[in-house]
């Protein structure tokens, strides 16, 4: 296979301003998004609600401002068999406003938040303006993905310049080689405080709340970024460049080509070459690496498509989900949910890696999880159950954000063994084996006894979230019961791995846990009233396809599940990684076509734009966990499972796959 071929087929290509085409260089740690000239000169042309798709973002880059009076998480009591269990509960909100909220729960929610370590963009030397949109002339850009690079070309004013920019790909560094006329053009980086705003990781308004030191250093000059007040520099920048003039509390200018490198503590010295460099020695070791897929040769019209949408996919999950903690569903592009991270959607963003061979790219945020087992410890004792109960939304802290819906979810709660069990499959040698068994203890215990067997819930909301009032009586959601099953039964082969006897409490709850409800043929959503509404995720369809097989699910009532959902739902309501999670559905039931057809749905969630990303709305313009669930998919459609059949979920007419390197699913 000629993976270059694959590759660079699918070089970006952007002309003029495309506000849903931002390019990025990242290496999983730092990202940069750049507009047409190759740096953030537009922002306000690249909008994201009130903040901008053109950031500089890390995995460590967080802010938090003064608490206020009372702002510790409080807890409401909800009744269960063994007695009521307090809840990091707070009012209902709609969608992402908690205006509503007193004062000491919106902090809680709001910090820490992730920074927008710094704006970079053109500015004319001559009086250190920024170029006007109306500047702009003709302009061509390009994203090499082969190595990581990105190419602008464009006239301003007449004058023509290209703009090169790479980043390091391990370290966080990024470059701006600026081939212009000399003494026309510079480049300008600013400062901006931090932000609570929902989709804004920059606050400009608040000049006199943050700091920004610069002192000179040999080719150029260290820069130390404070807060609030505190005396310790929340990060550093190391800016190489010459001359650099300071021309703002919160501005630098650089005279031509720049390096800046961003820490928490010393910031590394690199150049200009040697980022560039660096970016172009790795990419090409990154796609000679783990697994390839092939289309070219099929006569399915849609197959250039899906291959793009592979392609594209492992660039960004791997500059955006690839770092030391978990990604926020923006990755490093933008903030969504003020830079925190959702753990239910971990597996989605950063399990298809250990499924495409690259199993070092997910180990990197497996970490947290190792990180705040004592909180997560601490959190399943003050409910009275043994083990760990991961959170919801969290930032690097691991503190759970105050929700009517987020501290009542279970679906995250299996990730841990499943992502284990996937980095086990793949080769990698890190001991999982504490977090499996703490996520299984718990898993146990939190399984109420009933005289059906053993429930889920209440309190629950199911990942179809649109229970989320009557969490205090939903239970038995089938996704949720079959993820049970099947985790409980690979904590279970890990204890036998490591010499270890079965726990009974486990096996007794795996062995009784209640089937989920039929209703007409099909499975409901939840056990109670009102059974299954029709919008948001269908995932009592999940129970087989993202889960392996479990006796728990019926595959013929799963697939008459599958074909009601495809028949009547509110497509609207769905989110992007609904579509690869249905296409595993599909292909675990042996109907390769339709799995196809629903990961290539013409709907407006399932769109993938110019530069890759999965739009969803406006103020959601891209969605990694679509990209990930798409890769994951694919793995589970090229490689197949344990005991299954070989190419599982392309049919045989109009398609010519050609693939190597893929790990089979459990």
């Not at 606050?203 to 404070?226: F, I, K, N």
């Not at 793949?426 to 006894?449: I, K, N, Q, S």
């Not at 998919?633 to 050609?658: I, N």
Request: with cysteine.
């Amino acid at each position: 296979m000629d993976r270059r071929a694959v590759v660079t087929r699918h070089a970006v290509e952007v002309t003029g301003i495309d506000a849903g085409s931002a390019l990025s260089v990242g290496n999983g740690e730092l990202c940069m998004t750049v507009d047409v000239t190759g740096l953030q000169t537009f922002p306000s042309l690249y909008p994201v609600g009130d903040g901008t798709l053109l950031a500089t973002q890390s995995q460590w880059g967080w802010h938090s401002t003064p608490a206020p009076p009372g702002a510790e998480l409080t807890t409401r009591p909800y009744r269960t068999s063994r007695g009521d269990v307090p809840y990091v509960d707070s009012p209902s909100m709609t969608g992402a406003d908690d205006s509503a909220m007193d004062e000491a729960t919106r902090w809680l929610r709001a910090n820490p938040h992730r920074l927008d370590l710094a704006r970079i963009g053109l500015v004319w030397l001559a009086d250190l303006r920024t170029p006007t949109p109306d500047e702009l002339g003709a302009s061509r850009q390009v994203l090499d993905l082969w190595t990581g690079v990105v190419t602008s070309e464009l006239t301003l004013r007449g004058q023509r310049l290209r703009v090169t920019t790479a980043c390091h790909p391990s370290v966080d560094a990024v470059a701006v080689r600026l081939d212009a006329p000399p003494g026309v053009f510079g480049i300008r980086l600013a400062f901006p405080c931090g932000s609570t705003v929902w989709h804004d990781a920059a606050d400009w308004s608040r000049p006199d709340e943050h700091e920004t030191d610069v002192e000179p250093a040999p080719g150029g000059v260290l820069v130390r970024r404070r807060f609030d007040g505190n005396a310790e520099p929340v990060y550093r920048l190391r800016v190489r460049g010459d001359p650099v003039r300071r021309t703002g509390p919160h501005e630098l200018v650089v005279a031509g080509s720049v390096a800046v490198s961003f820490a928490t503590g010393e910031p590394s010295e690199v150049d200009v070459g040697t980022v560039v460099t660096a970016s172009r020695e790795h990419w090409p070791r990154f796609w000679a690496g783990g697994a390839a897929l092939d289309l070219a040769g099929s006569t399915d019209p849609r197959a250039g498509e899906l291959e793009r949408r592979a392609v594209l996919s492992q660039y960004l999950t791997a500059i955006q989900c690839a770092g030391s903690l978990p990604p926020q569903e923006t990755g490093l592009t933008t903030n969504s949910w003020r830079g925190r991270f959702h753990l239910e959607m971990h597996w989605w963003h950063a399990a298809h890696f250990a499924l495409w061979g690259r199993p070092e790219l997910l180990a990197r945020s497996m970490s947290f999880y190792h990180r705040i087992l004592p909180k997560a410890r601490a959190t399943a004792a003050t409910q009275g159950y043994a083990g760990a109960r991961w959170p919801k939304q969290v930032g690097p802290d691991g503190r759970e954000s105050p929700s009517h819906i987020g501290p009542f979810l279970l679906w995250q709660q299996p990730h841990p063994i499943h992502l284990a069990e996937l980095l086990r499959r793949a080769g990698d040698r890190e001991d999982h084996l504490e977090l499996v068994e703490e996520t299984a203890h718990f898993m146990a215990a939190v399984a109420e006894p009933t005289s059906d067997g053993y429930a889920l819930g209440p309190p629950l909301v199911p990942a179809q979230e649109s229970y989320a009032d009557l969490r205090d009586r939903v239970r038995n959601p089938p996704f949720e019961l079959a993820y049970w099953a099947w985790a409980l039964d690979v904590a279970r082969e890990w204890r036998a791995r490591a010499g270890k006897p079965p726990d009974p409490g486990w096996d007794e709850v795996r062995r009784g846990l209640v089937r989920p409800l039929i209703r007409d043929g099909t499975y409901a959503a939840v056990a109670v009233a009102p059974f299954t509404v029709r919008t948001d995720h269908p995932s009592m369809v999940y129970a087989l396809g993202p889960v392996p097989v479990t006796d728990l699910v019926d595959p013929e009532v799963a697939r008459a599940t599958l074909h009601d959902v495809l028949a009547d739902w509110d497509w609207p309501g769905t989110w992007g990684w609904d579509y690869p999670a249905m296409a595993m559905t599909a292909t675990r039931l042996g109907e390769p076509a339709t799995a196809v057809d629903i990961l290539l749905r013409d709907t407006d969630k399932n769109t993938y734009l110019h530069n890759g990303h999965n739009f969803q709305t406006a103020t959601l313009p891209l969605y990694l966990p679509g990209n990930g669930g798409l890769l994951a998919a694919l793995a589970l459609m090229v490689a197949g499972w344990d005991g299954g059949p070989p190419l599982p979920g392309f049919p045989r007419e109009g398609w010519s796959v050609r693939h190597e390197g893929f790990v089979r699913s459990p």
